[in-house]
T-cell receptor, first 117, second 113 residues
Framework: NAGVTQTPKFRVLKTGQSMTLLCAQDMNHEYMYWYRQDPGMGLRLIHYSVGEGTTAKGEVPDGYNVSRLKKQNFLLGLESAAPSQTSVYFC????????????????FGSGTRLTVV | TQLLEQSPQFLSIQEGENLTVYCNSSSVFSSLQWYRQEPGEGPVLLVTVVTGGEVKKLKRLTFQFGDARKDSSLHITAAQPGDTGLYLCAGTLSSGSARQLTFGSGTQLTVLP
């Protein structure tokens, strides 16, 4: 089924370890986003990309890096994990040509639950 | 401080009751979206509203965008247990770029049978 696929679904890291979260979409969407979701705080934007080879910082970018080498993939990296990065991470994508219309809306992956101990 | 304030934060009602969830801001939005999220899953888009004063209906759900495009509401008629979930409003600022969505903190709805 078409959509956004995130891997892994769960991960436990020790403080200081590094890892990469993978996001893949097969809808040919131009824009892709990484959010984190914490209790009572909704979703907060970490980084985003408006096209292959371009990335930009969102609201909470510190401690994260991203890359978009291919249009369909958006990678989120944690270089040195900290307990404050324990969260659920969501990737999302959207077709830019649907803006501005009632057809405009993000498609989200099912999330990666990350625990840093 | 959240750019989009949702209320109430938690809501527990009996099956068959009506409810309204509110999403308010002091900022103007180009569009407002509502998502529903179930445990262990990502948010799923319910509706997008783009015109001030717009009203959209999705079966028993009615969505309204404020005239000034600063607020929105979600009304559910005759709630059912299947409506249980986290409801999130999200908006695209008129002054924003890359169509970034700003999310409210969500309303956790529980409908008891």
């Amino acid at each position: 089924n078409a959509g956004v696929t995130q891997t892994p679904k769960f991960r436990v890291l020790k403080t200081g370890q590094s890892m990469t979260l993978l996001c893949a979409q097969d809808m040919n969407h131009e824009y892709m986003y990484w959010y984190r979701q914490d209790p009572g705080m909704g979703l907060r934007l970490i980084h985003y990309s408006v096209g292959e080879g371009t990335t930009a910082k969102g609201e909470v970018p510190d401690g994260y890096n991203v890359s978009r080498l291919k249009k369909q993939n958006f990678l989120l990296g944690l270089e040195s994990a900290a307990p404050s990065q324990t969260s659920v991470y969501f990737c999302a994508s959207v077709r830019s040509s649907n803006w501005p219309s009632s057809n405009y809306g993000y498609t989200f992956g099912s999330g990666t639950r990350l625990t840093v101990v | 401080t959240q750019l989009l304030e949702q209320s109430p934060q938690f809501l527990s009602i009996q099956e068959g009751e009506n409810l309204t969830v509110y999403c308010n801001s002091s900022s103007v939005f180009s569009s407002l979206q509502w998502y529903r999220q179930e445990p262990g899953e990502g948010p799923v888009l319910l509706v997008t509203v783009v015109t001030g004063g717009e009203v959209k209906k999705l079966k028993r759900l009615t969505f309204q965008f404020g005239d000034a495009r600063k607020d929105s509401s979600l009304h559910i008629t005759a709630a059912q247990p299947g409506d249980t979930g986290l409801y999130l409003c999200a908006g695209t600022l008129s002054s924003g770029s890359a169509r970034q969505l700003t999310f409210g903190s969500g309303t956790q709805l529980t409908v008891l049978p």
